[in-house]
């Protein structure tokens, strides 16, 4: 799936996309959100859930010079 048909998915099928195509990487806490960081084909998408009110706010892709890839990187061991 191309990153542009991914983006005109409807907010459901973009959740099982990456629940049934995508690879877990790793979740962090940021700000008001839990934020999973999924691995799409070669694209890296952020799942921002708001425990608060209980619901995913935004699921959009993390260009990989973002500053909060650091914060991901921090959360992975390698033995």
């Known amino acids: 799936m191309s990153r542009e048909e991914f983006i005109n998915l ?3 099928k973009k959740i099982n996309t990456l629940y049934t195509e995508g ?3 790793v979740g962090i806490r940021y700000y008001k959100h839990k934020i ?3 691995l799409l084909e070669n694209e890296y998408v952020e799942v921002f859930y708001n425990h608060k009110h ?3 706010d935004k699921i ?3 260009p ?3 500053s909060r890839m650091k914060f991901y990187l921090d959360q992975i061991k390698l033995a």
């Open 23 to 25: 690879t877990f990487v």
């Open 54 to 56: 209980d619901k995913i």
């Open 10 to 12: 409807p907010f459901h």
């Open 60 to 62: 959009d892709f993390l």
């Open 64 to 66: 990989r010079d973002h």
């Open 36 to 38: 999973n960081l999924y």
